[in-house]
């Protein structure tokens, strides 16, 4: 069973360009979560997706940033006209139940440079 | 106040010694504690749920103390591993997500 998996592992994009984060949950979770880490600092929460719905968003920027999570295929961490502030590192994570009861997985993040 | 607060450190800990360091939280609803590692810029794993009773995996030992609102992780006869960042985690009463301190970072040195 893959673990949690993210790509790109590295991506770098320009002022103002688009960026489009990916993340596959473990075989049977149905619970993803987004999470950044600024450099030197803690993860904060951005988003918990169950399978075609957003369930809490409380912690997504108003402007620029979307997730989705498809009935096929990956959770998207989208982007929009990326900002130095940006750059960090984005970690998915996902868990077959609750996290109360449940165990979250990390992928191995992808880590943003906005130039 | 932050939700979940924690010593940066680092603790410079000798090989073998042991050590400890809390974590404060502020939601007193809150329902699970974690606490997680975090190596250098690597994914955060879990190492251990802390219990209200208290739990011990190995040579680590979790506790919770919900009066006062933080939880504790001491480890013993700290091996060169043991270097990397311990993230505390709380999920709050509502909803289903992990809010993360920033991290104690703890340095085993020979």
């Known amino acids: 069973n893959a673990g949690v998996m993210q790509n790109p592992r590295h991506l770098v994009r320009r002022r103002g360009q688009e960026a489009r984060l990916r993340c596959s949950p473990m075989?049977?979770?149905?619970?993803v979560y987004w999470y950044r880490q600024l450099p030197e600092e803690g993860l904060k929460f951005m988003v918990y997706?169950?399978?075609?719905?957003?369930?809490?968003e409380s912690g997504m920027p108003k402007e620029r940033f979307s997730a989705e999570f498809p009935k096929e295929g990956p959770s998207i961490l989208r982007i929009q006209q990326v900002v130095r502030g940006d750059s960090a590192a984005y970690f998915c994570?996902?868990?077959?139940?609750?996290?109360?009861?449940?165990?979250?997985?990390f992928g191995q993040g992808t880590r943003l440079t906005v130039v | 106040r932050k939700e979940v607060e924690q010593d940066p450190g680092p603790f410079n800990v000798p090989e073998g010694a042991t050590v400890a360091f809390n974590c404060t939280y502020s939601?007193?609803?809150?329902?699970?504690f974690f606490w997680y590692r975090q190596d250098c810029r690597k994914e955060p794993k879990l190492l251990m749920s802390?219990?209200?009773s208290g739990n011990e995996d190995g040579r680590f030992t979790a506790q919770l103390n919900r009066a006062s609102q933080y939880i504790s992780l001491l480890i013993r006869d700290s091996k060169l591993s043991d270097s990397a960042t311990y993230l505390c985690?709380?999920?709050?009463?509502?909803?289903?997500?992990?809010?993360f301190g920033g991290g104690t970072r703890v340095l085993v040195k020979p």
């Open positions: 802390v219990y209200s």
């Open positions: 985690v709380v999920n709050p009463a509502a909803g289903n997500k992990l809010t």
């Open positions: 994570a996902s868990s077959p139940g609750t996290v109360t009861t449940t165990e979250a997985f």
């Open positions: 997706l169950q399978k075609e719905n957003i369930i809490d």
């Open positions: 075989k049977g979770h149905s619970h």
């Open positions: 939601n007193s609803a809150s329902q699970s």
